[in-house]
Structures are given as structure tokens and as C-alpha cells.
């Protein structure tokens, strides 16, 4: 989106009073990720307690962690698919409320824990059903931010969403901490599923698209089309809802993945998601197990890195944004928090290398402050997805990145168990830093939207 277009928006809603309905349905998607996130970090918080108590070990765990990133990544295709089939809408509400049910039926593995095999066996299943729950979910976080923000507005709403996993983090660690302290590791599931199964109501009474909203005026609806809002996008008859659907599939995931820079893009995803997935498995196990923290310790204590990544996460999107409406241009604007970001993240080798918690805390915040500044995929994604198979575009994005869902935990316990301690995994998280920098810089080139070519 170049600087014309920007003033266009900009000159759009000049000449009358705007609403901001947009903003609404941005803290809905800020309040649904949060919970998402949460969900997703339960069992890193009940783990330590749920680990001992089955008396499994560290690879054991890391894959039961990554059995959310086995169905997510699976499920992330036909995710997309039903997105652009029946709509960001009603597919969200559904995946809302079977995750939760699936998280609130992981506090029954209490039931059975005298049967180690089995305990461990339904878990993994849980948490696999977990994942392909919430597929959609990102997708259609970057669907709705594509169809109700200006370009000029796009990384902020981006970054604010995407930002809810440090919110989650900061809000909930601290709580499922003491809860798991007070009532077990049994009871962060199910207030967890509750919760969310309470949400998912509350969606489908809040969220519309732009076009049916009804508090939405004619001013806010034409100041974020003429800034290059899709939207059409969910409403009957248009592209986004007839042409993909119906369409043959195959050949339109042959275009993007024949496309250099959206294969940067998604490998340096890859590589983003890899450090997403430490905080979210193993951080909570490190502060315990090599720092020496309780359980309830170390939740309160995962809070505080959180905060710095919630902190670089919206600044990330101010900065790319502000970078835009200044006359940079849309690459150098996105570009530029995701390098800075990458490379403070590096910091978390540091740790290795000092013995005070205090220190490991402060490093750790660096780190978590770096990767928030540089989580502007989704921001990406929505500036260069073809228009109509957004859904789609989003759930290959989606399917890469998270793909180290499966790797990291995995990875991480190999690690761990064979070197005896958590040095070799910093590393590792680490070099998947350097190697998205490299993506960005070499790989991506020109970022813009990817025309898609019809079949015939």
C-alpha cells in the first residue's frame, strides 16, 4: 500500500464523523486470542506437577506438548478452507467452544493417573483434539483485520491481536500458577474450559463484518474500504465467498508456495513460531527445573518477560505504521521491527552464562521484548494474501509456522534430557532468531499483495 492510497484513506472520513466499530471488533479478537493462548499454556503451567505425579520424563513431555502442534498444523488447510467457505463469523464461534470443551476434558486425566500408559495416551489425544480446534483461529484473526482495517492501521491491529499471547501470559500464568498451588493441576482445565465455552457466546453476539455491522456509519465503512479494507469479504456473492471455495485448491497452494516472497515470509514464520513455542512449553519448566522457582514462583515470574512482549508487540506495530503514514515504504515499514526485534531476541544466550534468577529474568525480558517487536507476520499476511482466498493464504502461514509447534517441544526435550540442562536449547531458539532475520533481509524481497492467477 503506497502513500497515495493512505492519504485517500485519510481524505476518505474527513468530512464526517466516524465511527470506530473497528476497535470493538479489535478487543473481541484481543480477548478471544488471550484465551486461545492461555488454553494452549495450560498444560506448560500444570505440567511440572502433572509430570511428576505420571513420573514421565522430559522427552515424554515434549511430546505430549507438541501433540497440539501435530493436529494445528494438520488442520490449518481445511481450516482455511472452511474460513473462506462459511465465513470468519460462525467457523470462530465453533472452534472457540469445542477447544475449551477439549481443554476442560483434560482435568479428567486426574481420574485415571494410576494408569500411567493410559493417562499419558489421553492426554496426548486431548491436547491433539485441542489444536485442531483452534486452526481457524489465526486465520481468521488476519481475515477480519483484512477486511476492517486501512492498510495504514493494518500492523497495529495485527500487532494488538497477535500481542494477546504475552497478555495471556501476563494475566493467566500468574493465576493458573496459584491455582494449580491451591487446587491442583486438575483445576486450570477446567476454569480454562469454562471460560472459554462462555466466550464463544459472547462472539457470536458481538462480531459482524463490516458491511453488517449495525453500528457501523457510511463514513467509518468508506474511510476503511478507500484504505484498502477487503471489505466485501464474507458477504454473499463476492469473490471471497463464491470464486475460492469451488475453485480447484491444489493449484492455487502451488502458486503461493511457488512465490519467493511469500516462502520467506513463511519460513521466517517458522523460525518466529519457534521462539513463541519455548515461552509457551518449556519457559515455565526452565524457571522450575533449572532455576530453581515453585510452580507458583515461576508463574508470577513468567509474567513478568510476558509484559516486555506485550509491550514490543504493540510498539512493534506503532513503529511499522507510524514508519508507513511517514512515506516509508509497506516493506521497509514491516521489515524493519521484525530485524530489531529477531536480533534482541538472541539475548537469551546470555542466560547460559550467569547463575543469578534476577539476571535470567532480565535477560529473559530482553529476549521476550524482542521477539514481541518483530511478531508482524500476521500484519503480513494481511498485506500481501490475494484477496480471494485470504483464509487460505493465512492457514499455509499458519501451517508453517506452526509446524515448530512440533519441533520445539520435541526438539527441546532431546536437548534437555541428553545434555542434562537448558543451554543447548537457548541456542537452538536462538539460531531459529537469526535465521528469520536472514529470511527477511535475503529472501523476502518487495513486500506487496500476491495476485493470484484463476484457473482456467
Known amino acids: 500500500m503506497n502513500t497515495s492510497t493512505v492519504t485517500l484513506a485519510q481524505a476518505a472520513g474527513g468530512s464526517a464523523l466516524r ?45 505430549i506438548f507438541s501433540a497440539f502442534g501435530w493436529s494445528y498444523v494438520i488442520a490449518q488447510l481445511p481450516g482455511g478452507w472452511l474460513l473462506d467457505r462459511f465465513g470468519s463469523k460462525l467457523v470462530y ?4 467452544c469445542l477447544w475449551s470443551v477439549f481443554t476442560l476434558l483434560q482435568g479428567g486425566i486426574s481420574f485415571i493417573t494410576a494408569n500411567v500408559g493410559l493417562a499419558v495416551v489421553t492426554l496426548f489425544a486431548l491436547r491433539f483434539l485441542v489444536g485442531a480446534a483452534e486452526a481457524p483461529s489465526f486465520p481468521a484473526n488476519g481475515r477480519i ?21 504475552y497478555f495471556a501470559t501476563v494475566l493467566f500464568a500468574p493465576l493458573m500458577g496459584w491455582i494449580t498451588y491451591s487446587y491442583g493441576w486438575p483445576a486450570v482445565f477446567v476454569v480454562m474450559g469454562l471460560l472459554g465455552m462462555t466466550l464463544s457466546i459472547v462472539w457470536l453476539k458481538a462480531v459482524f463484518t463490516p458491511r453488517t455491522h449495525p453500528g457501523i456509519n457510511q463514513a467509518e465503512l468508506d474511510y476503511i474500504a478507500a484504505g484498502g479494507a477487503l471489505v466485501n469479504m464474507d ?31 513463511y519460513v521466517g514464520q517458522y ?40 509491550a514490543g508487540g504493540v510498539l512493534g506495530g506503532l513503529i511499522s505504521d507510524g514508519l508507513l ?64 482466498i485470504s483464509g487460505l493464504s493465512g492457514a499455509l502461514f499458519n501451517t508453517f509456522g ?55
Open 271 to 310: 523460525c518466529i513460531t519457534t521462539l513463541t513455542y519455548f515461552f509457551l512449553t518449556w519457559f515455565p519448566v526452565y524457571l522450575v527445573k533449572e532455576r530453581g522457582m515453585s510452580i507458583l514462583n515461576a508463574g508470577f515470574v513468567a509474567a513478568l518477560p510476558a509484559i516486555c512482549g506485550f
Open 19 to 63: 465511527t470506530k466499530k473497528r476497535f470493538a471488533i479489535l478487543a473481541m479478537l484481543f480477548i478471544v486470542t488471550t484465551i486461545n493462548y492461555a488454553d494452549r499454556a495450560t498444560l506448560s503451567i500444570a505440567g511440572p506437577a502433572l509430570s511428576k505425579e505420571l513420573g514421565i520424563d522430559a522427552v515424554t513431555m515434549g511430546y
Open 402 to 456: 506452526n509446524t515448530a509447534g512440533i519441533t520445539t517441544p520435541i526438539v527441546i526435550g532431546y536437548l534437555v534430557k541428553g545434555t542434562g540442562s537448558f543451554n543447548a536449547a537457548l541456542v537452538f531458539v536462538a539460531a531459529n532468531a537469526l535465521i528469520a532475520v536472514c529470511c527477511y533481509l535475503f529472501v523476502v524481497g518487495d513486500i506487496k499483495r500476491f495476485e493470484l492467477r484463476k484457473a482456467s
Open 235 to 265: 458477504q454473499p456473492g463476492t469473490q471471497s465467498r463464491s470464486f475460492a471455495p469451488d475453485a480447484p485448491r491444489l493449484s492455487y497452494v502451488k502458486q503461493l508456495l511457488s512465490n519467493r516472497m511469500l516462502m520467506g515470509v
Open 93 to 96: 464461534a465453533c472452534s472457540i
Open 145 to 165: 483485520v483484512a477486511s476492517w482495517f486501512p492498510a495504514n492501521e493494518r500492523g497495529t491491529a495485527s500487532a494488538i491481536f497477535n500481542s494477546a499471547q
Open 325 to 388: 503514514r511517514r512515506g516509508k515504504s509497506l516493506t521497509t515499514a514491516r521489515k524493519t521491527p521484525i530485524v530489531i526485534g529477531m536480533l534482541l531476541s538472541t539475548s537469551m544466550i546470555l542466560c547460559n552464562y550467569v547463575d543469578s534468577a534476577a539476571v535470567v529474568v532480565a535477560i529473559m525480558s530482553l529476549a521476550f521484548f524482542g521477539k514481541g517487536l518483530g511478531a508482524l507476520g500476521w500484519a503480513v499476511v494481511s498485506d500481501t494474501s490475494p484477496k480471494e
